[in-house]
């Protein structure tokens, strides 16, 4: 399983990015997959998930600011980042958990002027 994560960049305070993970190869019944970020000197967070069934769940910080969608024909998963502040400034991480959790690589996201 490969999760290829792109979307990543530099963004205005203010501003909106979006964030694409696709997941390729043997993957069988996906129970959950969501974004994880981790902030230079800090641990590695969960910023959102989706569940099979469709619900999702937020870190308080990103709640009113980010959505997470997903496409399951593509299994694709995406965050939409609206309102961007400096403290958003991390490593994205995808995730995808099935009987085993993937990560991909990570993509850079930088909030500043």
């Known amino acids: 399983v490969q999760l290829q994560a792109s979307g990543g960049g530099l963004v205005q305070p203010g501003g909106s990015l979006r964030l694409s993970c696709a997941a390729s190869g043997r993957i069988f019944n996906i129970v959950a997959m969501g974004w994880y970020r981790q902030a230079p000197g800090k641990q590695r967070e969960l910023v959102a998930d989706i569940q099979g069934g469709g619900s999702t769940n937020y870190a308080d910080s990103v709640k009113g600011r980010f959505t997470i969608s997903r496409d399951s024909a593509k299994n694709t998963v995406y965050l939409q980042m609206n309102s961007v502040k400096p403290e958003d400034t991390a490593v994205y991480y995808c995730?995808?958990?099935?009987?085993?959790?993937?990560w991909g690589q990570g993509t850079l996201v930088t909030v500043s002027s």
């Open positions: 995730t995808v958990v099935t009987s085993l959790r993937f």
